[in-house]
């Protein structure tokens, strides 16, 4: 689910005592889409901040952390202004409880970045699915995972936002039986 998605087409494409895989809701970036979201100039200057906060944790131990969401503050690695844009992670009856620390080590940004998941896809033979929504992130990415797939591969289009794949049983469910069906089949043959 989400970068979970992402973190598993690696493992797919690279380990072979995995017999398939399947994704929800994943967010599936590659170079070209962080340029797109962040600008030409955008994609070096973070990169730029990242080595700098990784320059001071070397230098001093201390971390430089900024919001990972906010809807009202910009330095937020994922700022959006729009009230309820990220209701999930703010709010504590959702994904906003006591445990969950909101907030990113910017030297992180630099993994982040060249995070490609769309470059495994031709790596994964083995069966794949692709769960996914217009609501979620980024659904022209998971199309094209999808097609990029090269082993036997299924899309399901289902409905719903892509924090509704976080905590709206409704969806879960569905998106449960969806993946049950794809494994059951594919595993049990």
């Known amino acids: 689910v989400c970068t ?10 690279a380990d072979p005592r995995l017999a398939a895989v399947a994704t929800v809701a994943g967010m599936l970036p ?3 889409l962080f340029e797109a979201l962040y600008g030409a100039d955008g994609v070096p200057a973070r990169q730029q901040r990242a080595l700098d906060a990784h320059t001071t944790w070397t230098a001093t131990g201390q971390q430089t952390l900024v919001p990972a969401y906010s809807e009202t503050d910009p330095s937020a690695v994922n700022y959006n202004p729009a009230p309820g844009a990220y209701d999930y992670y703010l709010n504590p009856a959702r994904g906003g409880i ?3 620390t909101n907030a990113l080590d910017v030297a992180s940004l630099h993994d ?3 995070f490609d998941p769309i470059s495994q896809a031709a790596a994964i033979t083995i069966p794949a699915l692709v769960v996914h929504s217009n609501g979620s992130a980024f659904p022209e990415q998971a ?3 999808h097609h990029l797939l090269a082993g036997p591969k299924e899309i399901a289009w289902l409905d719903g936002n892509h924090f ?3 905590d709206s049983d409704t969806h879960i469910d569905s ?3 969806t993946v049950s069906d794809f494994l059951h089949h594919h595993l049990t043959a």
């Open 4 to 13: 979970s998605a992402g973190n598993a087409a690696y493992l797919a494409a």
């Open 30 to 32: 590659e170079p070209a």
């Open 98 to 100: 006591p445990e969950y």
């Open 112 to 114: 982040w970045l060249e």
């Open 143 to 145: 199309r094209k995972f």
């Open 164 to 166: 509704d794949y976080y």
């Open 175 to 177: 998106a449960v039986r």
